[in-house]
């Protein structure tokens, strides 16, 4: 028989009463019931039950250890009696008389609960994670991830992709976040920066001729955490092609997407095919560029009503309308719950009306609105009888973000929110450039080098903020998953596009040299895209937080509190690297 086990902890089942077993793991729970032991034993396949009857050396072996003790147990399968037989787990039907036991790793007292959520907090479970991967939906989780990313090559492959690697170690690059650096210790003052994306590469490898490229890329960005982006690292199933307009990348991306998500969404439905939604379009209707499709409800625009109006509160803003059916029964509850969660949003209220028989309007605001506004807003809401409408006036941005808010949670309380599916789209038509508030500097919207619609044309005919850009992104159930683009493969374009963008030509030459004499040199048309592999899973995981789905991930500042980065680096390595350090001073 094996050293450590002739089974695994899930595969025995009734056909192996009788059977003598050697079996490996961990206790993961210990019931004494009258002398009886019985033991949950824990291996990566799942678990079986062991008893240790009382007087046998088993049961004074297996009474004294710890929870999360490793051992080797050789036993007899035996039958359950009925009573006894779990329905819910796949060994349940057997049960394992041990005979003997050999501890193979001793367990201190473990600082939280294994085997239930016993609501630890995230620090403790980060600073403990190899316990915390133990628990079932953790271990599930990184599993899931396993799977999918082993999916993922195999579907990219079957749609003629080549897998390909990209360096590490590069050049810095204005991708839009913070670069990590690496000192140099050969060249004194000098750092590699590791790559926000394999970007450049990626289309070099189009220019090299190679056509059809991906890889499940790492990815570092200085950025700060939220729920849906980890700090640090992630990884992105980074995708170019060759010869290709913006419906060539869709079609398998799309096509990789439905089978994905239906494989791996246990049991929920994938709409398709994807819409198609210009930015502007999101933005207006939905109040965001990555707007959650489940929720079945839309915003208007309702200012051209209020314009000149003598409600002050409306009269030459922006305003944005949401009309919700079937709120006769609603109470007054209901309006003002709606709007605490509009001031969670950063709105100061949230105005409505009811709409009653004949168009008759009654609500806090119904008294300030004349016949002729009301007339427009039926007709531009197609208001009924037992409709509520909600508005946020303000500037366009700010009432975007808070109505955006509003149109899925009101969805959800009225049951205009479906479950139980994916809804993609894309959002396409994204402006070139935007202006800074700040500064009021003209600035890349998205990807510096991407293909604007017009061309050269476009950027030397046009107002910058009128250019749009072939670019777009992937959004599912309100998670963007990626932004990509038709490329810029054309020098003069390039320069012309950074030119606006405040960039002059020897700044690009120095910075982009590279891709630029490569774009002299028979430069294909390209595109693509890079959706994240972390957030996929946390789709497919059904997770609100992104860090579930990731094994060894940093908390939200940034550290690892299991390794304990980032660490401090002694004088001799400093000096090695020609570095001095500047700390800042304590306030």
């Known amino acids: 028989m094996h050293r450590y086990r002739s089974h695994n902890c899930g595969e025995l089942r009734a056909a192996d009463v009788d059977t003598d077993v050697r079996l490996s793991g961990w206790l ?11 033991i949950d034993l824990r ?50 039907e057997i049960e394992i008389e041990v005979s003997d036991v050999e501890v193979l790793g001793a367990a201190d007292q473990i600082p939280f609960t294994i085997n239930a ?53 590069s050049a810095t690059s204005p991708e839009g976040a913070r670069d990590f650096l690496v000192p140099s210790r050969l060249h004194a003052g000098k750092f590699y920066a590791l790559p926000q994306a394999p970007q450049q590469f990626k289309q070099l490898l189009m220019i090299a001729g190679f056509d059809r490229y991906f890889q499940i ?14 700090p640090g690292e992630f990884y992105q199933l980074d995708i170019e092609m060759s010869f290709v307009e913006q419906e060539d990348v869709f079609g398998p991306v799309e096509k990789l997407m439905t089978e994905l998500f239906t494989e791996f969404g246990n049991g929920r439905t994938v709409t398709s095919p994807f819409p198609r939604i210009p930015f502007r379009e999101a933005m207006l209707k939905y109040g965001s560029d990555k707007p ?3 929720a079945e409800l839309e915003l208007v625009d309702v200012s051209d009503v209020f314009a000149g109006s003598g409600f002050k509160a409306f009269a030459d803003k922006h305003v944005r309308a949401l009309a919700v059916p079937d709120t006769a029964d609603q109470s007054r509850k209901f309006f003002d719950q709606l709007g605490d969660f509009a001031v969670q949003q950063g709105a100061k209220g949230l105005a409505w009306v009811r709409v009653g028989e004949e168009n008759a309007l009654t609500g806090p605001i119904a008294k300030f609105l004349t016949e002729d506004d009301i007339k427009a807003l039926v007709a531009a809401l197609d208001l009924k009888a037992g409709h509520a409408v909600f508005f946020g006036a303000g500037e366009f941005d700010e009432v975007s973000k808070i109505m955006g808010a ?10 205009r929110f479906v479950e139980g599916e994916f809804r ?133 500042n940034a550290q690892d509190l ?8 002694d004088e001799a390595r400093l000096k090695e690297l020609h570095l001095s350090l500047r700390k800042p001073q304590a306030k």
Request: glycine fraction near 8%; charged fraction near 30%; hydrophobic fraction near 40%.
């Open 28 to 38: 993961h729970n210990r019931r004494d019931l009258g002398g009886i032991l019985f």
């Open 406 to 415: 509003v149109r899925v949670e009101a969805a959800k309380r009225v049951g």
């Open 117 to 169: 959520d016993d609501g630890v907090n995230e620090e403790r479970r980060l600073e403990y994670r190899f316990l915390d991967l133990r628990r079932e939906r953790m271990h599930r989780n990184i599993m899931l991830r396993t799977a999918v990313i082993s999916a993922i090559r195999h579907k990219m492959v079957t749609l003629g992709f080549n897998e390909m690697a990209t360096p590490i170690l």
């Open 292 to 294: 959650d499709l489940r």
């Open 562 to 569: 299991l390794m304990g980065a980032p660490s401090e680096v």
């Open 43 to 92: 291996d990566h396949y799942g678990l079986v039950q062991l008893v240790a009857r009382p007087g046998t050396p088993a049961n004074e072996a297996l009474g004294s250890l710890t929870k999360e003790t490793v051992v080797r147990i050789d036993g007899k399968v035996s039958a359950r009696g009925a009573d006894n037989v779990n329905p819910d787990l796949p060994t349940g």
């Open 424 to 556: 993609f789209c894309w959002i396409v038509d994204f402006p070139m450039f935007e202006k800074d508030e700040d500064t009021g500097k003209i600035e890349f919207s998205h990807n510096p080098f991407s293909m604007p619609q017009g061309g050269l044309e476009a950027l030397e005919t046009k107002d910058p903020l009128d250019i749009l850009a072939w670019q777009y992104d992937i959004v599912c159930n309100g998670t963007e998953l990626s932004s990509g683009a038709i490329r810029n493969h054309e020098p003069e374009v390039m320069y012309k596009a950074f030119a606006i963008a405040g960039y002059d030509k020897e700044t690009v030459e120095a910075e982009f040299g590279g891709m630029l004499r490569a774009f002299k040199f028979g430069a294909p048309p390209h595109g693509g895209i890079a959706p994240g592999v972390d957030r996929i899973v946390m789709l497919l995981a059904d997770e609100p937080n992104i860090r579930e789905t990731i094994a060894f991930p940093l908390n939200g």
């Open 217 to 230: 890329a790492p990815c570092f960005r200085d950025e700060d955490a939220r729920a849906d982006r980890s």
